[in-house]
Nanobody, 125 residues
Framework: QVQLVESGGGLVQPGGSLTLSCVGS????????VGWFRQAPGKERERVSC????????TYADSVKGRFTISRDNARNAVDLQMNNLKPEDTARYYC??????????????????RGPGTQVTVSA
């Protein structure tokens, strides 16, 4: 089973920034597509961003375009999500996942089956 560990969440005021990290404990991530998704209480899981393993191309949900940036740090075996200008509606638990392929998006099967702890982001004044 692929083991990815999320970190970096916290409480931040609207307009603030956070950087989330997704680190592979077994899998070397730089070859694979890795995606971030989130789930707010009472809502379905929502794709946030994905970075391709083949080209490094990034995709974003419309709700976060221009505010979030996904990137790789191969030295740390990590995929980071820089989140700027955070809004209360960004409040959710954030997770990362990979299908162990080079292509985005991450499949519904993987997203729905993910059982990692995630990291909580709370945006509140």
């Amino acid at each position: 089973q692929v083991q990815l560990v999320e970190s970096g969440g916290g409480l931040v005021q609207p307009g603030g920034s956070l950087t989330l990290s997704c680190v592979g404990s077994v899998l070397t991530l730089d070859y694979y597509a890795v995606g971030w998704f989130r789930q707010a209480p009472g809502k379905e899981r929502e794709r946030v961003s994905c970075i391709s393993g083949a080209t490094g191309a990034a995709t974003y949900a419309d709700s976060v375009k221009g505010r979030f940036t996904i990137s790789r740090d191969n030295a740390r075996n990590a995929v980071d999500l820089q989140m700027n200008n955070l809004k209360p509606e960004d409040t959710a638990r954030y997770y990362c996942a990979t299908d162990e392929t080079q292509h985005c998006p991450i499949s519904d099967h993987t997203i729905l089956g993910s059982r990692g702890p995630g990291t909580q982001v709370t945006v509140s004044a």
